[in-house]
């Protein structure tokens, strides 16, 4: 099976049949525009000739490109769909919640599933599955389903358990259609943890013990960990809770 070039660079993939659309499916991964992730292509019709244009399951770091190897670096490979609720003679067709299985993680990788669901008509979703990653100066934790919280500090980072370098992190160009749930372990009107933040233009520091300091463009870079130019990366917040 092969696609045209213009769509993107794929791996063999999966194929089964979806009874809720109605139509094979083929379930690959690869890089379409520089994001890499999860595609799925629907079969115009049943000579398994022609396929519609890849639409985005799942936003996940792939085993290829400048940052592959780093130890740290999560990624995902091989999709596939099962669906116990519809069965089939190979567990070859899929309904409307399948789970989507595939092989995750970073060094010691590990079978990993999460659900989905097909909505007709809908744009794809540029979720996230669960873990640390990386946007610009700025390090983040997905949850997995709709929401990141920022991560102030390299301390903070290692504290949650994070132990390679913040380089190494699986670097994406933006958040997605993830929401922003502040600062990772600092509930509202709760100091922040050690680490950098910012409250609309203004930077700041906070010692993790209940008092901050306004830190200026050229302490970004020492207090920060980052240029002045990656400013937006730094956790939001809207106060400094007390």
Known sequence: MSFNESQGSFAPGSLSYSTFLGRFVYLTF?????????????????????????????????????????????????PSFLDPAVGGVNF???????????????????????????????????NRVEGFYRVGGGARYSNGYNQFCGIGSM???????????????????????LANAGVCGAPAGQPPPKGCYRIDGGGFY???????????????????GVTIAAFSALPPRADHGG
């Not at 789970?99 to 097909?118: C, K, M, N």
């Not at 906070?206 to 920060?224: F, K, L, R, V």
Request: with cysteine; aromatic share 12%.
């Open 155 to 177: 301390e903070q980072l290692r504290a949650m358990g994070y132990a390679h370098p913040f380089e190494n992190l699986a670097s994406y160009p933006d958040d997605g259609v």
């Open 92 to 126: 070859d067709r899929i309904g409307e919640t399948p789970y989507l299985y595939f092989i995750y993680g970073a060094g010691e990788r590990r079978l990993t599933r999460v659900p989905v669901r097909f909505v007709k008509g809908s744009a794809p979703v540029r």
């Open 30 to 78: 690869g890089d379409v525009g520089g994001r890499h992730g999860f595609y799925l292509f629907l079969a115009e019709d049943d000579t398994l000739v022609r396929w519609g244009a890849p639409i985005l399951v799942v936003e996940v770091a792939l085993p290829w490109g400048p940052d592959a190897g780093k130890p740290g670096r999560v990624a995902g490979v091989y």
């Open 206 to 224: 906070s010692n993790g013990q209940g008092q901050s300091c306004t830190t200026c463009p050229e302490q970004i870079a020492n207090h920060c």
